[in-house]
């Protein structure tokens, strides 16, 4: 159980195009998914939380008008990057929970590379 | 001080040996404590989540948590060449969403 599904697993696009990372939790209801971005050999880093049907909560210094986030439902989030840059190239990785306390499950991640 | 703090150094063992990892925290309000293992270019996939101190242990897996001195640990007995990944220590607060994760240690088992 607890399976997050993240598509795509990787995306190459020209600098400038905008790019759509979607999050499914698979076998539960999701009231709390998370965006995280990883670089090379280090932890990950929160970006930003979603709960469904509100707006996301950004950490400091991620631009939300860069990384739109959607959380329509409770079983589905999206991240769009917005007029991508060759800094934006990253691996991006999704998490889901059920209720407060209980573990994140995470997705395998998306590596984007922006020419 | 960093709230997490995980040696980062690879750890090589061979195959069958014990693979013991540990984490010390600085914040005691956090309550919740997972492991996770990360394989090269996949997200973290969850091994064990505990609340309480005390050992608790799934198949090849025991989980420490020491809150008196802060330190959580992880023991892989009968260690196996596909154990061969990054374990992310990571724990939270009560009423915080967010995840304080340590630096990550890599483990390499050795056939």
């Known amino acids: 159980g607890a399976v997050v599904s993240q598509h795509p697993s990787w995306v190459i696009c020209k600098s400038g195009t905008s790019v759509k990372i979607e999050c499914r939790s698979l076998d539960f209801q999701a009231t709390t998914m998370f965006w995280y971005r990883q670089f090379p050999k280090q932890s990950l880093m929160l970006m930003a939380t979603?709960?469904?049907?509100?707006?996301?909560?950004?950490e400091q210094g991620v631009e939300k008008d860069k990384f739109l986030i959607n959380h329509a439902s409770l079983t589905l989030s999206t991240l769009t990057v917005t007029s991508a840059h060759p800094e934006d190239s990253s691996f991006y990785i999704c998490?889901?929970?059920?209720?407060?306390?209980?573990?994140?499950?995470f997705g395998d991640g998306t590596r984007l590379s922006i020419l | 001080q960093k709230e997490v703090e995980q040696d980062p150094g690879p750890l090589s063992v061979p195959e069958g040996a014990i693979v013991s990892l540990n984490c010390t925290y600085s914040n005691s309000a956090f309550q919740y404590f997972m492991w996770y293992r990360q394989y090269s270019r996949k997200g973290p996939e969850l091994l064990m989540y505990?609340?309480?101190?005390g050992n608790k242990e799934d198949g090849r897996f025991t989980a420490q948590v020491d809150k008196s001195s802060k330190y959580i640990s992880l023991f892989i007995r009968d260690s196996q060449p596909s154990d061969s990944a990054t374990y992310l220590c990571a724990m939270s607060a009560r009423g915080n969403n967010r995840l304080a994760f340590g630096k990550g240690n890599q483990v390499v088992v050795i056939p």
């Open positions: 979603s709960n469904e049907g509100s707006k996301a909560t950004y």
């Open positions: 505990t609340y309480s101190s």
């Open positions: 998490s889901a929970r059920t209720e407060t306390h209980q573990p994140q499950h």
